[in-house]
């Protein structure tokens, strides 16, 4: 996939994200334009959800917050091999979640998070600030991306 596809995917899920949140300043207004007539994701922002426990509805436990989701419609449509991994994900979540292991959390999970975050957008860059253990995410729109299969076989968790 090119750099320009995987540029534009990377901003397809991050309107999809901020479809859930609202924007501090300039509540409920439309997104500004750039010069470009693209999308200026640029200001302050934060969600007024709890997805990052479950995107789905859910009533509170001990472990999570209740929380209407943000799903449109409620339920996500799996697979029936994907409940029984979802649920095989979800019994192991005290070791294997990255935020049990004080790992940073993923984006979009970290945008989910009700801490305030930032974002910078320029032409060739797009920058996530999170308050949230002062996380950042740059999102490079006009640089190549690394060729994969990446080998993490060297990090230990």
């Not at 090119?2 to 609202?22: E, H, K, N, Q, Y």
Request: contains cysteine; glycine residues 8%.
């Amino acid at each position: 996939m090119g750099t320009r596809a995987t540029a534009f995917l990377g901003l397809l899920a991050l309107s999809a994200v901020l479809a859930g949140t609202t924007r501090v300043a300039g509540q409920g207004a439309p997104l500004p334009r750039t010069p470009a007539g693209k999308p200026d994701f640029s200001g302050i922002w934060e969600t007024l959800s709890k997805a990052d426990y479950n995107i789905e509805p859910h009533s509170a436990s001990r472990l999570q917050p209740a929380s209407a989701g943000i799903v449109a419609g409620g339920d996500l449509p799996y697979r029936p091999e994907m409940l029984a991994k979802r649920k095989q994900n979800f019994d192991a979540r005290a070791t294997a979640d990255t935020e049990a292991r004080c790992y940073l959390p993923g984006v979009p999970r970290v945008m989910y998070i009700q801490h305030p975050f930032q974002i910078v957008q320029t032409p060739d860059l797009v920058l996530m600030l999170f308050e949230y253990v002062h996380a950042t995410r740059n999102v490079f729109m006009t640089t190549p991306h690394l060729k994969g299969p990446l080998d993490w076989s060297g990090c230990r968790a």
